[in-house]
């Protein structure tokens, strides 16, 4: 089975920037879409960014203009490039891919991010 393993997270201060990383193992057919999740302390997962096999992209409200999703051309890679950080950022942020005509679901292991002075 495909893995997908996440890199990046980390403590940065407020105003800083960190780009996280999502790499499979392997190929994964008939993708849907790309997203980044994230899962603060007491709080549900929510999505934060997502990329659809043609290139569309939305984010939440609360990140709009700070970080930016991406992948590669060969779509085994994709990233969340996230300037401006606020410490209301900090959660454990999970890579998602979302692949096949019952749209299933896979997911990293999740990488922390704190943003903390």
């Known amino acids: 089975q495909v893995q997908l393993v996440e890199s990046g997270g980390g403590l940065v201060q407020p105003g800083g920037s960190l780009r996280l990383s999502c790499v499979a193992s392997?190929?994964?057919?008939?993708?849907?879409?790309w997203g980044w999740y994230r899962q603060a302390p007491g709080k549900q997962r929510e999505l934060v960014a997502s990329i659809t096999r043609g290139g569309n992209t939305s984010y939440v409200d609360s990140v709009k203009g700070r970080f930016t999703i991406s992948r590669e051309v060969f779509k085994t890679t994709w990233y969340l490039q996230m300037n401006s950080l606020e410490p209301e950022d900090t959660a454990v942020y999970y890579c998602?891919?979302?692949?096949?005509?019952?749209?299933?679901?896979?997911w990293g292991q999740g990488t922390q991010v704190t943003v903390s002075s």
């Open positions: 392997g190929t994964i057919p008939g993708i849907n879409h």
């Open positions: 998602n891919v979302n692949w096949g005509t019952r749209r299933i679901d896979q």
